[in-house]
């Protein structure tokens, strides 16, 4: 679980690092797919990826707007803000929360529940995802995009008894 969240935030940095060759313009495009475009769509991966977190631990969770947030550095603040609770809690994570029940009550009255394991692994292939996404807008622009590959990361170097 906590390999697939690195490798996500890992992948999400050289996004941000890839946004900085491109205009703002083509940043904020309009785009075919997905939550509309290339900025939009990593500001919508980090939100949701803090309000899942915070939501199956009972905290208030709220939505912020895009139109606060519509440049580069305003969406890498947000993320850099929203991080350290998520990654606290993702570090922490232990095969008791696994079964651990989440009860999602909708706008219409209804409560579905979930188990904490199950929210998490939506909440990584969520950005998976929307990372393919960004990957077939970065060859609409001419450009190559981000490595999806996980292999060759080093990911498995940093983990308890690691390579």
């Known amino acids: 679980m906590q390999t697939l969240f ?13 946004c900085e060759n491109l205009p703002e313009a083509e940043l904020l495009k309009p785009r075919t797919g997905g939550v509309g475009g290339i900025l939009k769509t990593l500001f919508h991966i980090a939100d949701v990826e803090w309000s899942w977190i915070t939501s ?20 890498r603040e947000l993320d850099a803000a929203f991080r350290p609770e998520v990654e606290q809690f993702v570090m922490a994570w232990n095969e008791g929360l696994e079964r651990k029940i989440y009860e999602d009550h909708r706008p219409d009255g209804s409560v579905v529940t979930d188990a904490w394991g199950e929210v998490m692994r939506h909440v990584i292939a969520h950005e998976i995802h929307h990372v393919g996404q960004l990957s077939i807008w970065a060859r609409e622009v001419g450009k190559t995009p981000v490595s999806a590959n996980l292999i060759g990361k080093g990911l498995m170097n940093s983990l308890p008894g690691g390579l």
Not at 6 to 18: I, P
Not at 56 to 75: A, S, T
């Open 56 to 75: 199956i631990q009972g905290k208030p969770d709220f939505q912020e707007d895009f139109e606060q947030y519509r440049n580069l550095q305003k969406v």
């Open 6 to 18: 690195r490798y996500n935030w890992m992948v999400r940095e050289e996004w941000y690092k890839w």
